[in-house]
């Protein structure tokens, strides 16, 4: 029973480098979405999908890339970290069309740390 | 343009008492959803409540209800018999459409969230 997974769930980066974070669900979701958490700032959506080989961007996605090639999985990546983009990572996913008490399933969560 | 506010960035709660946490919305769509998650201090978000717009009667779920007050764009969240455990970060969000007639991406957007301390 393991819903959404997220990898890793702790990564310090120095700032140029580039990162993918992990996002598997096994409930098979059509939607998937990326936010970041930020003290004093609630979430953000970065980057969501309605389904395979569907993106769109969401409030944040500047400096985040995202791709999704099946159902399960919804890879972040951050092609060259910068400070500005230290937070927690959250992914979710719940089905596309949202009808109803259809609340989104979160991860655990990635905690990144820039330097 | 969709915004939800949560004016209260930490509360105090006495063990056994009912508390109430805030959540004022702003959205120009008639057909919308209302949802609580509870973030305790491990991180992960955790579903509540939730309320439709077109919901007749609000919300209840255990413990919680939802005071929801449409005109006043208002959905507050009722916390009954406060336990220690219920110590957290608590997150107002919306998503515009898919109530009763579906349609809806599941896009949310977020509150800057209450802290609840819950003292014994």
């Known amino acids: 029973n393991a819903g959404v997974t997220q990898t890793p769930k702790f990564q310090v980066l120095k700032t140029g480098q580039s990162m993918t974070l992990q996002c598997a669900q096994d409930?098979?979701?059509?939607?998937m979405s990326w936010y970041r958490q930020d003290p004093g700032m609630g979430l953000r959506l970065i980057h969501y999908?309605?389904?395979?080989?569907?993106?769109d961007q969401g409030e944040v996605p500047n400096g985040y890339n995202v791709s999704r090639s099946t159902t399960e999985d919804f890879p972040l990546r951050l092609l060259s970290a910068a400070p500005s983009q230290t937070s927690v990572y959250f992914c979710?996913?719940?089905?596309?069309?949202?009808?109803?008490?259809?609340?989104?399933?979160f991860g655990d969560g990635t905690r990144l740390s820039i330097l | 343009a969709q915004k939800i506010t949560q004016t209260q960035p930490g509360m105090f709660v006495q063990e056994k008492e009912a508390v109430t946490l805030d959540c004022t919305y702003d959205?120009?769509?008639?057909?919308?959803?209302l949802f609580w998650y509870k973030q305790p201090s491990s991180g992960e978000m955790i579903f509540l409540i939730y309320?439709?717009?077109?919901?007749?009667q609000n919300a209840t779920e255990g413990r919680y209800s939802l005071n929801f007050q449409k005109a006043r764009k208002s959905a507050n969240l009722v916390i009954s018999a406060s336990q220690l455990g219920d110590s957290a970060m608590y997150f107002c969000?919306?998503?515009?459409?898919?109530?009763?007639?579906?349609?809806?991406?599941?896009?949310?957007?977020f509150g800057t969230g209450t802290l609840l301390a819950v003292q014994p």
């Open positions: 979710a996913s719940s089905p596309a069309r949202a009808w109803g008490n259809q609340p989104q399933h």
């Open positions: 409930m098979n979701h059509e939607y």
């Open positions: 999908s309605v389904g395979a080989g569907i993106t």
């Open positions: 959205t120009s769509d008639p057909s919308y959803g």
């Open positions: 309320q439709g717009s077109y919901d007749q």
């Open positions: 969000a919306m998503r515009e459409g898919g109530t009763n007639y579906g349609g809806a991406t599941n896009k949310l957007i």
